[in-house]
Antibody
Framework: EVQLVESGGGLVQPGGSLRLSCAISGFTFRNYWMNWVRQAPGKGLEWVAIINEDESVKYYLDSVKGRFTISRDNAHNSLYLQMNSLRVEDTAVYYC?????????????WGQGTLVTVSS | QSALTQPPSASGSPGQSVTISCTGTSSDVGGYNYVSWYQQYPGKAPKLMIYEVSKRPSGVSDRFSGSKSGNTASLTVSGLQAEDEADYYCSSYVGSNNLLFGGGTKLTVL
């Protein structure tokens, strides 16, 4: 059974940092691109970042470039999102999601999400 | 880039068909056959229902179908059931290494 379990969310002040983790099981993690997608309270989905199998390719939403860093540890089946210089508008549930290969970045499996609240 | 445009709400009675639209531009929906649709229940993670415009992942009911014409993609739910009541989001790959989502459509089964 495929499982993605996010952790690391919480309350942080504007300008602060958080590191999100996503623990993966049920598929060969090292063979797949992975995404982070977020959803602000009561709002729609917003793609945040994507990473390829060996970390040689990373793309970001314009508004998080230079502040967020996506990374992975294939040996430990884990995906990460380092978030620095957090802003109030970064408040959202953050989902990690598995990419469906050659499908134009469709995501076929999602975690349950972790809530990040940026507030003073 | 702006989000793809979806109607905020749609509705239908059990057994009917409902179609939800997703309008973009020639740079996203119209430029690639990479439109996906997701179903999301309140407080739950999204679930992939359609990818590459019209393909269904294993396990997704064939009551769900997708299509595209020009810059507008559509999701049709046939034989509406109470369990189909949820939020639906479209997404499209954008050539500048970006992924855009629609604003979401709340589907109500009357």
């Amino acid at each position: 059974e495929v499982q993605l379990v996010e952790s690391g969310g919480g309350l942080v002040q504007p300008g602060g940092s958080l590191r999100l983790s996503c623990a993966i099981s049920g598929f060969t993690f090292r063979n797949y691109w992975m995404n982070w997608v977020r959803q602000a309270p009561g709002k729609g989905l917003e793609w945040v970042a994507i990473i390829n199998e060996d970390e040689s390719v990373k793309y970001y939403l314009d508004s998080v470039k230079g502040r967020f860093t996506i990374s992975r540890d294939n040996a430990h089946n884990s995906l990460y999102l380092q978030m620095n210089s957090l802003r109030v508008e970064d408040t959202a549930v953050y989902y990690c999601a598995k990419d469906l290969p050659r499908s134009g970045w469709s995501n076929d499996f999602w975690g349950q999400g972790t809530l990040v609240t940026v507030s003073s | 880039q702006s989000a793809l445009t979806q109607p905020p709400s749609a509705s239908g009675s059990p057994g009917q068909s409902v179609t939800i639209s997703c309008t973009g531009t020639s740079s996203d929906v119209g430029g690639y056959n990479y439109v996906s649709w997701y179903q999301q229940y309140p407080g739950k993670a999204p679930k992939l229902m359609i990818y590459e415009v019209s393909k269904r992942p294993s396990g997704v009911s064939d009551r769900f179908s997708g299509s595209k014409s020009g810059n507008t993609a559509s999701l049709t739910v046939s034989g509406l059931q109470a369990e189909d009541e949820a939020d639906y989001y479209c997404s499209s790959y954008v050539g500048s290494n970006n992924l855009l989502f629609g604003g979401g459509t709340k589907l109500t089964v009357l």
